[in-house]
Antibody, heavy 125, light 107 residues
Framework: EVQLLESGGGLVQPGGSLRLSCAASGFTLDNYAIHWVRQVPGKGLEWVSGISSTALLTYYADAVKGRFTISRDNSKNTVYLEMNSLSAGDTAVYYC??????????????????WGQGTVVTVSS | DIQMTQSPSSLSAIVGDRVTITCRASQIITTYLSWYQQKPGKAPKLLIYGAVNLQSGVPSRFTAKGSGTDFTLTITSLQPEDFATYYCLQSYGVPPTFGQGTKVEIK
C-alpha cells in the first residue's frame, strides 16, 4: 500500500522536544519535496516547514523558525521534524505530505499526492 | 506574510446546488493558488492547482478561476461526498498560507 506514516507525537512539557518522523511505503520519497502541515483540532490548516527532494532547500513558518528543524534521510525513505522549545501554541495534529504546488520554490509539477494520517502533539504541563 | 481571506466561513446547501467559495490574497500572487478539501478526521486533499487546474482524479464538477488577488472555487452540482471544509493556499510567497476555511454543510 502506498502511504505516508507519521510517528513521534505525544505529550510533552513546555520547553521540551520531540522528533516527528514521516516514513513512506510503497513509493520513493526522494523524488518529492516534503512538507509538514499542522492543525489545531477544530481550527484551520497551518503550513509549518518544507524540504526539497535533495534536502538542499528548507523553509519554515515564522512561528517555528529557530525552534524546528526539518531533515530527510532518503536512504531510509523518511523525513524528520525536530521540534525544540515547544509551547502550548505548538499543540496540534501534524501531517506530512508530498502535496505538489505547496511552495513554488521547492517544486511546481503535478504528481500523485500523499498525506499521512497525522500525529498528535500535545504540549502541556 | 501574504494573508488569504476566504469567504464565506460556512454555507448550507443541498445536493445539486451550485456553490462558490472565494479567496482574496493581500497581494498579487499571480496564479500560485491551490484549493484543498478536508473531511472530518481526515487529511486534506488537493483539488485545484495553479488557480485553475484540476488535480488528477478530481471530479470535473470542481472548477476554479482567478488570478492576481481574487480567486473562486465552484462546485457546479454539489454531491453528498462534497460536504467538507475547503481551504485555499497561496504558494507565491514564503511561508505558504492557507485561507481560514469554508465549511460546506447540508441544509
Amino acid at each position: 500500500e502506498v502511504q505516508l506514516l507519521e510517528s513521534g507525537g505525544g505529550l510533552v512539557q513546555p520547553g521540551g522536544s520531540l522528533r516527528l518522523s514521516c516514513a513512506a511505503s510503497g513509493f520513493t520519497l526522494d523524488n518529492y519535496a516534503i512538507h509538514w502541515v499542522r492543525q489545531v483540532p477544530g481550527k484551520g490548516l497551518e503550513w509549518v516547514s518544507g524540504i526539497s527532494s535533495t534536502a538542499l532547500l528548507t523553509y519554515y513558518a515564522d512561528a517555528v523558525k529557530g525552534r524546528f528543524t526539518i531533515s530527510r534521510d532518503n536512504s531510509k525513505n523518511t523525513v524528520y521534524l525536530e521540534m525544540n522549545s515547544l509551547s502550548a501554541g505548538d499543540t496540534a495534529v501534524y501531517y506530512c505530505t508530498n502535496s505538489p504546488f505547496m511552495l513554488r520554490f521547492l517544486e511546481w509539477s503535478p504528481h500523485p499526492e500523499y498525506w499521512g494520517q497525522g500525529t498528535v502533539v500535545t504540549v502541556s504541563s | 506574510d501574504i494573508q488569504m481571506t476566504q469567504s464565506p466561513s460556512s454555507l448550507s446547501a443541498i445536493v445539486g446546488d451550485r456553490v462558490t467559495i472565494t479567496c482574496r490574497a493581500s497581494q498579487i500572487i499571480t496564479t500560485y493558488l491551490s484549493w484543498y478539501q478536508q473531511k472530518p478526521g481526515k487529511a486534506p486533499k488537493l483539488l485545484i492547482y495553479g488557480a485553475v487546474n484540476l488535480q488528477s482524479g478530481v471530479p470535473s464538477r470542481f472548477t476554479a478561476k482567478g488570478s492576481g488577488t481574487d480567486f473562486t472555487l465552484t462546485i457546479t452540482s454539489l454531491q453528498p461526498e462534497d460536504f467538507a471544509t475547503y481551504y485555499c493556499l497561496q504558494s507565491y510567497g514564503v511561508p505558504p498560507t492557507f485561507g481560514q476555511g469554508t465549511k460546506v454543510e447540508i441544509k
